[in-house]
């Protein structure tokens, strides 16, 4: 289910301070969050954030396509290893 309009999009507090800090440096680093939740704004374009999956930091570079998603989208948490071969099928 989808955030009411009127609502408008949620982005965690500190996450705008940590663009608008990163905006005003000239160096290109990797903005560290834990907040997956958070949707990508127009602000955010260009910038490169580390997203954590629980485990490490999955590095992120917004571009004009990703606005509108959640941060978490671009850092998955699970990973598919693939099905098991069922031995039974293949004797046969």
Do not use: C
């Not at 990163?22 to 969050?33: C, F, G, L």
């Not at 590095?59 to 290893?81: A, D, I, L, Y």
């Amino acid at each position: 289910m989808s955030r009411s309009v009127w609502k408008g999009p949620f982005v965690d507090g500190y996450l705008l301070n940590k663009a608008e800090a990163a905006r005003a440096s000239t160096r290109n680093e990797i903005i560290k969050i834990w907040s997956r939740r958070s949707t990508i704004l127009p602000q955010f374009v260009g910038l490169t954030f580390g997203v954590y999956n629980g485990k490490k930091f999955i590095p992120v570079q917004v571009s004009e396509n990703m606005v509108g998603h959640k941060f978490g989208e671009f850092s998955p948490t699970r990973t598919f290893t693939g099905h098991s071969s069922d031995k039974k099928a293949k004797r046969g």
